[in-house]
């Protein structure tokens, strides 16, 4: 029993880890490149959004648009990164 609860662990934050948000690059309708990233669910949130946008974008993002109501269980975000 005592052997079972840290591979339990172990699984859980595999699983975890897996479920790594990553943002998806798409194409604006005005032409321009934006990301893409949805953040839905128990375990994840709207700053998990935010995290995922600053990984994608070292020098900064603009958020472009929000295609999803802003609440706990069903958030997606749009950006832009900036250039300069």
């Not at 609860?5 to 032409?31: N, Y």
């Not at 990301?35 to 958020?63: K, N, T, W």
């Amino acid at each position: 029993m005592r052997r079972s609860i840290p591979a339990a662990l172990a699984l859980a934050s595999a699983l975890v880890a897996g479920c790594a948000l990553k943002a998806v690059p798409i194409w604006g309708r005005d032409g321009n490149p934006y990301h893409y990233v949805q953040c839905d669910g128990i375990l994840r949130s709207l700053e998990d959004c935010y995290a995922a946008a600053a990984a994608a974008c070292p020098q900064g993002y603009r958020i472009a648009e929000n295609v999803a109501p802003r609440d706990y269980y069903n958030s997606s975000l749009v950006f832009a990164c900036r250039t300069e």
